[in-house]
């Protein structure tokens, strides 16, 4: 069937970035000072929220993501330690980067990609499960279509746990991700001086029932000085009441249009995000919400977006300036191994570990 073999196979994989963002993190790297303070308050510390993230912990852990990101470690600082991951929910970026993670910090992990092979097919409790993930290993990730499944966990847990996505609550780690895209692409957001003009990022999605919206925009509260947010919906309560009013108290400058293709060229950013939960299944973004290279984007506008994505963000933009969102997702295994590090206490052992640039 295929006689003449294809241009692809005639040659090595070719290993070069080649992909806007995919640039080696120096700058950001080389914008912050090192302060492990911040860090260490991160230790044995279970990860369920955004509203966890200070500012200085925020800065300090997109400084030593970027730092695994430009160097190679000598020493494996989990080395004997054993990652449970376990989703109930399907998954590609976040479980893999996770395990990503914890493999290149030298650790073990096992891997439950179905509740059904569990002990819950037969009714275990979640709290008894709980109990047997503190027997076997030393961090759990969970993600759980009910919101309050990592929360009932954490009652029983004597290992940290790190939510990867409960419902529509949140997904503070992808919110780290995310915050890592925005300051490797502008690492002046870390230390803008006063006066500097505030940055437009408009958010297509729905807040009120997105998870990685709700946790990006907890963070994004730490840099209100410096940005603007403009959420981007023609359905109406796309911000739940509750959540807009703890926005606004933050001082983030926020405000909501229905209409896309007015405001796009003004935004600096744009983050996309195409999937809601409603009930028991997914709800996607339709109508004039789509991003295609034809798109009246400003030039050097940048693109997020969480993924899995759909029809709203073409792949013809894949191969433009505009495509930050697959570097969103590479950042994301650099960025888990930073707060891997912190919240195993290896942070001092990494700090002062011999490095090696990567080649
Ligand atoms: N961004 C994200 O959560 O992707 P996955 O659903 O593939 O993990």
Same mark, same amino acid.
């Not at 997904?171 to 003009?197: I, N, R, S």
């Not at 000085?225 to 959540?243: F, G, H, S, T």
């Given at each position: 069937?295929?006689?003449?073999?294809?241009?692809?196979?005639?040659?090595?994989?070719?290993?070069?970035?080649?992909?806007?963002?995919?640039?080696?993190?120096?700058?950001?790297?080389?914008? $912050?000072?090192?302060?492990?303070?911040?860090?260490?308050?991160?230790?044995?510390?279970?990860?369920?929220?955004?509203?966890?993230?200070?500012?200085?912990?925020?800065?300090?852990?997109?400084?030593?993501?970027?730092?695994?990101?430009?160097?190679?470690?000598?020493?494996?600082?989990?080395? *004997?330690?054993?990652? $449970?991951?376990?989703?109930?929910?399907?998954?590609?970026?976040?479980?893999?980067?996770?395990?990503? @993670? +914890?493999?290149?910090?030298?650790?073990?992990?096992?891997?439950?990609?179905?509740?059904?092979?569990? *002990?819950?097919?037969? *009714?275990?409790?979640?709290?008894?499960?709980?109990?047997?993930?503190?027997?076997?290993?030393?961090?759990?990730?969970?993600?759980?279509?009910?919101?309050?499944?990592?929360?009932?966990?954490?009652?029983?847990?004597?290992?940290?746990?790190?939510? @990867?996505?409960?419902?529509?609550?949140?997904?503070?780690?992808?919110?780290?991700?995310?915050?890592?895209?925005?300051?490797? +692409?502008?690492?002046?957001?870390?230390?803008?001086?006063?006066?500097?003009?505030?940055?437009?990022? *408009?958010?297509?999605? @729905?807040?009120?029932?997105?998870?990685?919206?709700?946790?990006?925009?907890?963070?994004?509260?730490?840099?209100?000085?410096?940005?603007?947010?403009?959420?981007?919906?023609?359905?109406?309560?796309?911000?739940?009441?509750?959540?807009?009013?703890?926005?606004?108290?933050?001082?983030?400058?926020?405000?909501?249009?229905?209409?896309?293709?007015?405001?796009?060229?003004?935004?600096?950013?744009?983050?996309?995000?195409?999937?809601? +939960?409603?009930?028991?299944?997914?709800?996607?973004?339709?109508?004039?919400?789509?991003?295609?290279?034809?798109?009246?984007?400003?030039?050097?506008?940048?693109?997020?977006?969480?993924?899995?994505?759909?029809?709203?963000?073409?792949?013809?933009?894949?191969?433009?300036?505009?495509? +930050?969102?697959? @570097?969103?997702?590479?950042?994301?295994?650099?960025?888990?191994?930073?707060?891997?590090?912190?919240?195993?206490?290896?942070?001092?052992?990494?700090?002062?570990?011999? $490095?090696?640039?990567?080649?």
């Amino acid at each position: 069937m295929f006689n003449d073999l294809p241009d692809v196979l005639k040659q090595p994989v070719d290993s070069s970035d080649g992909v806007a963002g995919m640039e080696r993190p120096r700058k950001l790297l080389d914008s $912050i000072a090192e302060d492990v303070t911040p860090l260490l308050s991160l230790a044995r510390h279970h990860i369920v929220s955004a509203r966890q993230f200070t500012r200085e912990q925020i800065i300090q852990l997109v400084r030593l993501a970027a730092a695994y990101e430009t160097s190679r470690l000598y020493i494996k600082p989990l080395s *004997g330690k054993i990652l $449970i991951t376990a989703f109930y929910e399907p998954s590609t970026r976040t479980r893999l980067s996770f395990e990503s @993670a +914890w493999h290149r910090l030298g650790g073990d992990v096992m891997s439950i990609t179905d509740a059904n092979t569990t *002990g819950i097919a037969k *009714g275990e409790s979640l709290q008894d499960v709980a109990e047997m993930f503190s027997n076997y290993g030393d961090v759990v990730v969970l993600r759980d279509s009910e919101d309050e499944s990592v929360y009932k966990m954490t009652e029983r847990l004597r290992i940290p746990i790190v939510n @990867a996505g409960n419902g529509i609550d949140e997904h503070p780690t992808q919110a780290l991700a995310d915050m890592y895209a925005l300051l490797k +692409w502008k690492p002046e957001l870390c230390c803008t001086p006063e006066g500097a003009e505030r940055i437009r990022i *408009g958010i297509i999605g @729905a807040p009120s029932r997105m998870r990685t919206l709700r946790s990006f925009l907890l963070c994004l509260t730490h840099f209100s000085e410096q940005i603007e947010v403009i959420v981007i919906n023609p359905d109406k309560d796309v911000l739940a009441a509750d959540q807009a009013a703890e926005l606004q108290r933050s001082g983030l400058q926020i405000s909501v249009v229905s209409a896309l293709q007015s405001v796009l060229p003004t935004l600096d950013v744009v983050y996309i995000n195409s999937i809601a +939960w409603v009930g028991e299944s997914y709800e996607r973004l339709t109508g004039d919400i789509k991003l295609g290279s034809e798109s009246r984007l400003k030039p050097d506008a940048i693109i997020l977006h969480p993924l899995a994505r759909g029809v709203e963000l073409d792949t013809s933009l894949d191969i433009t300036a505009h495509n +930050w969102y697959f @570097a969103q997702a590479r950042g994301a295994v650099f960025i888990r191994m930073a707060l891997l590090t912190c919240i195993t206490q290896r942070v001092s052992r990494v700090t002062d570990a011999p $490095i090696a640039p990567v080649r």
